[in-house]
C-alpha cells in the first residue's frame, strides 16, 4: 500500500511539473502581432505599368484626361463604365505622398477623392483585384501612377484672347488632345526651336515668360512612346528640360490654372498655334539643328 501511495504521489509530481513547464513557455511566447488593416489609397506593383495606385482592396484606379481642370466630368451612363472612387481615410501606404491625396465635391453633392487633382475612378471590367483592363480606353482613360512625367488633357482649347478654337486652331468649339505635366499645366513647343536645341531661354526673362519644364523622369502614359522622350541642359539657366520628339517642353507663365492653354494664342500678332503650339503624339519630330 505505502508502494502503490508512493507510485501515485511521484505521478502526480511528474504532471505538475509537466503542466507548470507549459504555463510558462506559454507565456513566453510573443503574442502575434494583429495584420494593419489597409486604408485609403495604396501602391501596388504590376509587371507591365509599374507602381499604380488601388484602392485598399488591390482594385485598380484611373485617372480620365478630360478631368485635367480638376473637375470630374464622367456622369451619367459614363459611370457605369467608371465608377468614381471615394475614400474618407486617410491611405496608410507609407511610400504614398500624403499631399498629393484629396478629394473633390461633384456638382450632385458626392465627394470623390483625388490624386494630384485628378479625380480617381474605377473600371467596370477590372473584375478582380491587380487587372488593369482600362488603361488607354479611347486615349483618354489611363492607369493612375504616381510617377508619370507627362499626361494627357482632352479638354477645350481657349487662347490668352479668350476666343475658343479647334485643334486646328480653328475658331470653334470641340475637345482637343494635348500634353500636361502631372499636375494639369499645360505644355508647349517654341516654333523655332531645333531639335534637341532650345533657341528661346537666353536668361531669366524669358525663363519668367516660358518656363522650362524641369523633369528627367521618362514615364508617360501608355499611348505615348518612351523613345520619343528625351532631356536636354539649358545652359543659360543651367537647367534640365524634358523634351518630346525632340522639342524642348515650355509652360507659359500666364496659365494661371490647371487646365489653362492661353499660350496658343501668343504673340497676338501670329496665326493661332505658329509660335506656341501644343504638344500631342501627332506633332511631328522637330527639325534637325
Known amino acids: 500500500m505505502l508502494i502503490y501511495l508512493k507510485r501515485n504521489l511521484l505521478a502526480l509530481t511528474c504532471m505538475a511539473l509537466v503542466i507548470t513547464a507549459c504555463k510558462k513557455n506559454s507565456a513566453e511566447e510573443p503574442t502575434p502581432e494583429p495584420v494593419p488593416q489597409k486604408k485609403g489609397i495604396q501602391l501596388a506593383t504590376s509587371t507591365t505599368f509599374g507602381t ?25 451612363g459614363c459611370e457605369t463604365t467608371w465608377p468614381l472612387y471615394y475614400s474618407a481615410d486617410a491611405s496608410t ?11 473633390v465635391t461633384r456638382a450632385d453633392g458626392r465627394k470623390q477623392s483625388t490624386y494630384r487633382g485628378y479625380p480617381l475612378y474605377y473600371y467596370a471590367s477590372d473584375a478582380a483585384a ?7 480606353v479611347g486615349g483618354i482613360w489611363f492607369v493612375a501612377k504616381p ?4 499626361m494627357i488633357a482632352n479638354a477645350q482649347l481657349i487662347g490668352a484672347n479668350g476666343k475658343s478654337y479647334t485643334n486646328a486652331y480653328v475658331e470653334g468649339t470641340g475637345n482637343t488632345k494635348y500634353f500636361t505635366d502631372v499636375f494639369g499645366r499645360t505644355l508647349y513647343a517654341f516654333a523655332p526651336d531645333k531639335n534637341g536645341v532650345n533657341n528661346y531661354t537666353k536668361g531669366t526673362t524669358q525663363e519668367g515668360i516660358w518656363p522650362v519644364y524641369q523633369s528627367e523622369v521618362l514615364i508617360a502614359p501608355s499611348v505615348i512612346a518612351k523613345t520619343d522622350l528625351g532631356v536636354i541642359t539649358v545652359a543659360a539657366i543651367g537647367k534640365k528640360q ?5 522639342w524642348p517642353l515650355y509652360y507659359f507663365a500666364s496659365d494661371a490654372k490647371r487646365g489653362d492653354n ?5 504673340p497676338g500678332t501670329a496665326a493661332p498655334g505658329s509660335v506656341w503650339p501644343y504638344v500631342f503624339t501627332t506633332t511631328t519630330v522637330a527639325p534637325a539643328p
Request: aromatic share 8%; proline share 2%.
Open 52 to 76: 499604380v495606385l488601388t484602392d485598399k482592396d488591390g482594385k485598380t484606379l484611373y485617372f480620365f484626361a478630360s478631368d485635367v481642370a480638376g473637375t470630374p466630368t464622367c456622369s451619367g
Open 93 to 103: 501606404d507609407l511610400n504614398l505622398n500624403k499631399a498629393d491625396v484629396g478629394e
Open 130 to 136: 491587380g487587372e488593369i483592363k482600362g488603361d488607354g
Open 147 to 150: 510617377d508619370y512625367s507627362l
Open 242 to 246: 524634358l523634351t518630346y520628339k525632340g
Open 262 to 266: 492661353k499660350g496658343i494664342t501668343v
